[in-house]
């Protein structure tokens, strides 16, 4: 057991330290420019370590060093209250509050019309190349069209947000879906008409169990997808909460530190958004014995 725990994880570590060490040099390279120039402004010559130690502490760096986003993260998140508006918590969970709707309401879409091309020629033929073509916009050309657009009509607060959340995460569910509701056997299909099932129990015993593992692993393509769509949902809205206005706002004033500490903490809930997606799909299949 050692053994193997061993083995998977030498490898991991092993990149991790090589990312740092990357991380570490490109903070030395992209900082040390302006190093030398203020050097050169006080009419004096660093030494190297002089250079290391400025590249590796300067306010507003390029690229901030490993440490530097380290430690912004643990006094954002450690140091303060939840419920203050400097936490990167509060900030993290007003993005979670819409990634969670705009994933729901995009499972729920996309759930509905898989089921819907699956049996209806017609929604296969002119569902799908629409639901195909929908994702070649770019989302942050359509993002302010929604927001736009709902808002001219009363909608605002977390449901625009949420919905460009569901854009961005309904057609991994539509794709995973169908193409799991289309996974059984013709021998399959032909035995329950042997057992004289009906189109809803054919539906239901056979179908959707079988499409379960394909709609998990969309569902974990979506949750990454929905929390990447709150985040630009954000950005045109003028927020002043979430992590997408985190991200503005340092771009606003530089703060390079504060722009890495909100990616970082971004790519923490897709992580731990993936991770509940997976810890349901091992239950789910699991108890009724489709876990490998």
């Known amino acids: 057991m050692m053994r193997r725990a061993s083995a998977a994880i030498l490898p991991v570590l092993t990149v991790v330290l090589a990312i740092i060490a990357l991380w570490y040099l490109a903070a030395i390279w992209l900082n040390a420019a302006w190093t030398w120039d203020q050097a050169a402004r006080a009419g004096t010559t660093p030494g190297l370590l002089d250079v290391l130690r400025d590249t590796m502490a300067q306010d507003r760096p390029k690229l901030p060093a490993p440490h530097q986003v380290a430690a912004e993260l643990w006094k ?69 069209m929604i927001i736009v657009v709902l808002n001219s009509v009363g909608v605002t607060g977390l449901l625009p947000k949420a919905v460009i959340a569901a854009y961005l995460s309904f057609f991994p569910v539509v794709v995973g879906m169908a193409k799991g509701l289309r996974s059984p056997e013709v021998s399959d299909l032909d035995l329950m008409r042997t057992y004289s099932a009906s189109g809803l129990q054919t539906f239901l015993k056979l ?4 499409s379960l593992p394909w709609l998990f ?21 003028g927020a002043v909460a979430g992590l997408g206005a985190r991200l503005l706002s340092g771009s606003y004033y530089g703060q390079t530190v504060q722009i890495w500490t909100a990616l970082f903490m971004a790519a923490a809930l897709a992580a731990a958004l993936v991770g509940v997606v997976g810890l349901v799909q091992r239950l789910v299949l699991g108890s009724m014995g489709l876990a490998k």
């Open 217 to 237: 692993t969309a569902l974990k393509v979506a949750a990454a997808a929905a929390l990447v769509g709150a985040i630009v949902g954000e950005m045109p809205t």
């Open 207 to 210: 179908r959707v169990p079988a």
């Open 76 to 144: 954002s998140v450690a140091t303060l209250p939840p419920t203050s508006k400097r936490s990167l918590l509060y900030h993290a969970w007003i993005t979670l509050s819409a990634t969670l709707l705009g994933f729901a309401i995009g499972t729920a879409a996309g759930i509905a019309l898989a089921i819907g091309i699956v049996h209806s020629r017609v929604m296969d033929m002119s569902v799908m190349p629409w639901a195909i073509a929908s994702q070649t916009i770019p989302i942050l050309a359509i993002a302010p």
